[in-house]
């Protein structure tokens, strides 16, 4: 190969860096919670699976950790004891865990008995998951987790079952 043929590969292997490089930066920002999906988030009318009000006016002011999840959904069943030790760690330091159980009242009561957290499960039923959705959850998947810091603005968000290491680290990138 000639000099040339080379600069032309070096300009257009940069050119692809860089396009990748922020490419990656807007996506990675554009799946973040609209500042209107968190305000839908907090207006929703939420029920504890025995068919109380949640108290929602609790949540606000906290970095407030909220994990979409369904009892019939493998990696969230498997990442729940990992975010109910860690909403304990986190307590004392106004971090606030709440899942959203996509999934039929008597289904979430039933595995709660079976496998008790001790942060607030409310019931999202399809209008939780189509705010998972607003929320950045393009692919409606499960679980999916977002990290609201106490001003109200998402911080993270996740798609997937997420490790110990990773949920901390983003908890404490909003405190």
């Known amino acids: 190969m000639n000099l040339r043929q080379w600069i032309v590969i070096a300009g257009v292997s940069i050119l692809a860096l860089l396009t990748g490089i922020f490419t990656s930066q807007w996506v990675s920002q554009s799946g973040l919670a609209s500042e209107p999906s968190i305000k839908a988030f907090f207006a929703n009318p939420w029920q504890t699976p025995d068919g109380k009000a949640a108290d929602i006016e609790n949540w606000r002011g906290k970095v407030l950790v909220v994990n979409f999840w369904a009892s019939w959904c493998p990696p969230c069943v498997e990442e729940m004891p990992t975010l109910d030790q860690i909403s304990k760690e986190y307590a004392a330091k106004n971090v606030l865990f709440v899942g959203i159980g996509i999934d039929s009242p008597s289904n979430v009561r039933e595995f709660l008995e079976k496998t008790p957290v001790s942060y607030p499960i409310v019931i999202g039923g399809l209008e939780g998951s189509n705010l998972a959705k607003q929320m950045g959850n393009s692919q ?34 909003a405190l």
């Open 140 to 173: 409606g998947a499960l679980p999916y987790t977002v990290i609201i810091n106490p001003s109200g603005k998402s911080t993270f968000t996740k798609l997937g079952k997420i490790s110990e290491d990773e949920l901390k680290k983003a908890i404490n990138n």
